[in-house]
């Protein structure tokens, strides 16, 4: 019943659905407005549980940073084919159509409209990074991992989405950066943020940037934060001039290339 209603809402979209896609010379529905329609309810019905409504992820990866970090449509296409071994993904027996066209709509998220920020000072900015981001975020692969690496950054969030991150990091939290607490037995508490968890263990880097692993039979309590690890910055603890001067920086980290060191 959900297949026929999928079926019918996609030929709507003007998708006509029943003969398969062949796999070779690239995704034939890139950049087709209908077809990521069309991938974006088959993505709702068959993806979000685990990867978030805004693919973001909750018990699965993020999806909108695919692209910046190197992929392709090709391996994009074969993964949910395939599945993950050894992960809670199965393979997909779903027409090669679907899944190209769920393909179509999770590039359509990973791309942003290029960077535009015409003010602030790149300079002062790095300097402002190196002095208050560098030891939670990685940069050319310097820097801290408590934090997202950002140095493709400006390749899939635009100003107003660091923006945002920068004053109100707790707003969206991607799901390998939510902040926990664990309590042992004898009540030391560890916090840091989650790399990753099943049904018997959990690990997390700490707050001294150490991957740790643990059974959680051995934890009194695992307690999962709402808000992240990275601090507010307010107008009162960074000035709108720094900010623009920070983000003016961070528009440079595109990953091609070489950036300011």
């Known amino acids: 019943m959900v297949r026929m209603l999928l079926t019918r809402v996609l030929i709507v979209l003007g998708i006509s659905m029943p003969l398969p896609v062949s796999a070779q010379g690239g995704n034939p529905y890139d950049a087709d407005p209908a077809a990521r329609r069309a991938g974006a309810a088959l993505y709702a019905t068959r993806c979000a549980d685990c990867h978030g409504a805004d693919a973001k ?4 990866p993020d999806l909108t940073l695919l ?6 449509d090709e391996r994009v296409f074969r ?3 395939r599945g993950v071994s050894g992960s809670n993904m ?3 027996s779903a ?3 679907e899944i190209w066209a769920i393909v179509a709509y999770l590039k359509g998220l990973s791309t942003v409209s290029p960077f535009e920020n015409e003010i602030g000072d790149p300079e002062r900015g790095q300097k402002l990074f190196s002095s208050m981001c560098v030891r939670c975020h990685r940069v050319n692969t310097q820097g801290g991992i408590l934090g997202p690496d950002l140095s493709r950054i400006a390749r899939v969030r635009s ?3 660091l923006m945002r991150s920068i004053r109100e990091p707790s707003a969206s939290v991607a799901v390998r950066y939510r902040a926990v607490t664990l309590v042992t037995h004898d009540d030391r508490r560890i916090r840091g943020a989650i790399k990753s968890e099943d049904a018997f263990s959990i690990q997390i880097a700490d707050t001294r940037e150490r991957l740790q692993g643990y059974r959680k039979a051995d934890l009194r309590e695992v307690i999962h934060e709402e808000r992240s690890l ?3 910055f307010g107008p009162d603890r960074l000035r709108d001039s720094d900010l623009d001067d ?4 961070l528009g440079t980290l595109t990953g091609v290339g070489s950036n300011r060191r």
């Open 230 to 232: 990275m601090p507010e």
């Open 246 to 249: 920070l983000l003016k920086y």
């Open 95 to 97: 027409p090669d159509n």
């Open 79 to 81: 993964t949910i084919q």
């Open 67 to 72: 692209w910046a970090s190197g992929t392709d």
């Open 159 to 161: 100003r107003n989405m």
């Open 90 to 92: 199965p393979s997909s």
């Open 57 to 60: 992820g909750i018990g699965a």
